[in-house]
Every structure is written in structure tokens, then in C-alpha cells.
């Protein structure tokens, strides 16, 4: 088919006559909006991993964790990093509740497991609730991002009809 242009019409004649042939129709926002609704989902539904994996750490050392006194090697009070020595072994923690009267070479209780050693608890501290509260809150946030993008599905659907 040879495609006419006719001056007089101007350039609506011509975008009119090539929409005809084309198939492309630019995404609804609808359609982006639920996209969007499940990448944040599926997200969120992701993120829970790591701190499942560091709630159930975390657990096992506050449950089955012994105190055992480790000695300090270096602080820095500003962010609360201290670097200690354990069985010689070196390790590194970032304690919330530094007591500012710590200096290099006293020596600190933590709560450790064997196995787990990476994570180190002071004495008093409960990862129980902060770390579940983070679960239960990506749970949620996710959980609505679902319904919102089936409620969007429903709205287009009973649109359509």
C-alpha cells in the first residue's frame, strides 16, 4: 500500500494513517502502576532473607550464648566501633550502648556461641524484638503492595465490562 500524502491535511493525515499501521499502544498507567506494585513486592518479600537469617542468629546466641569477658584493643567512641581480642582472635563490634569510660585494654562481658562468630551480644541487649518487628514490617509492607496491585487488576477489569 503506498501511503499518499495530501498537504492540505498537514501532518494529523499522515500520524493518522501511520497509527493505522503501527501496533504499539504506550503502556496504561494502570499497568505501570502495578508493575511497580509487584517489583516492590517481590522486594520486600527478598529483603526478609538476610534479616531472617540474622534474626535466627541472633536468637541462637541470646538463647544458648555464654557471657564471656574479651579484651578491648581499640574504640572509637564517635560511632560506637570497638575492635576486642577473644581466644586470640580479633573481632569487630558496633555496640549501641558504649559505656564512654571504655579505653583500650579493660575488659568487656559479651554474650557469645561457638559457631557464631560473627555475632556477639552485650549482656542486657534483646535482638528479639527489633529484629521481628523489621520481619513483621516487610511481611506487611509487601502483603500491601500485592493487594493494591490486585485492586488495580479489579478496577481495570470491572472498567472493561
Given at each position: 500500500?503506498?501511503?499518499?500524502?495530501?498537504?492540505?491535511?498537514?501532518p494529523r493525515f499522515i500520524f493518522a494513517k501511520f497509527a493505522k499501521f503501527?501496533?504499539?499502544?504506550?503502556?496504561?498507567?494502570?499497568?505501570?502502576?502495578?508493575?511497580?506494585?509487584?517489583?516492590?513486592?517481590?522486594?520486600g518479600f527478598c529483603a526478609i532473607v538476610p534479616f531472617g537469617i540474622k534474626?535466627?542468629?541472633?536468637?541462637?546466641?541470646?538463647?544458648?550464648g555464654t557471657l564471656v569477658s574479651v579484651r578491648v584493643i581499640s574504640t572509637?567512641?564517635?560511632?560506637?566501633?570497638?575492635?576486642?581480642?577473644?581466644?586470640?582472635?580479633?573481632?569487630?563490634?558496633?555496640?549501641?550502648?558504649?559505656?564512654?569510660?571504655?579505653?583500650?585494654?579493660?575488659?568487656?562481658?559479651?554474650?557469645?556461641?561457638?559457631?557464631?562468630?560473627?555475632?556477639?551480644?552485650?549482656?542486657?541487649?534483646?535482638?528479639?524484638?527489633?529484629?521481628?518487628?523489621?520481619?513483621?514490617?516487610?511481611?506487611?509492607?509487601?502483603?500491601?503492595?500485592?493487594?493494591?496491585?490486585?485492586?488495580?487488576?479489579?478496577?481495570?477489569?470491572?472498567?472493561?465490562?
Amino acid at each position: 500500500m503506498i501511503l499518499r500524502i495530501n498537504k492540505s491535511l498537514g501532518p494529523r493525515f499522515i500520524f493518522a494513517k501511520f497509527a493505522k499501521f503501527t501496533t504499539f499502544s504506550p503502556p496504561k498507567t494502570n499497568q505501570i502502576m502495578k508493575l511497580l506494585l509487584i517489583i516492590c513486592s517481590i522486594l520486600g518479600f527478598c529483603a526478609i532473607v538476610p534479616f531472617g537469617i540474622k534474626f535466627s542468629n541472633d536468637y541462637q546466641v541470646y538463647s544458648k550464648g555464654t557471657l564471656v569477658s574479651v579484651r578491648v584493643i581499640s574504640t572509637n567512641n564517635t560511632t560506637g566501633d570497638m575492635r576486642f581480642k577473644l581466644n586470640g582472635s580479633i573481632y569487630e563490634k558496633n555496640l549501641v550502648d558504649m559505656p564512654p569510660s571504655l579505653n583500650v585494654g579493660d575488659t568487656l562481658t559479651l554474650r557469645y556461641l561457638n559457631g557464631h562468630e560473627d555475632y556477639f551480644l552485650s549482656p542486657h541487649e534483646n535482638p528479639i524484638y527489633p529484629d521481628m518487628i523489621l520481619i513483621v514490617m516487610f511481611l506487611m509492607l509487601s502483603f500491601a503492595a500485592l493487594y493494591q496491585a490486585k485492586k488495580l487488576t479489579s478496577n481495570q477489569k470491572s472498567l472493561l465490562k
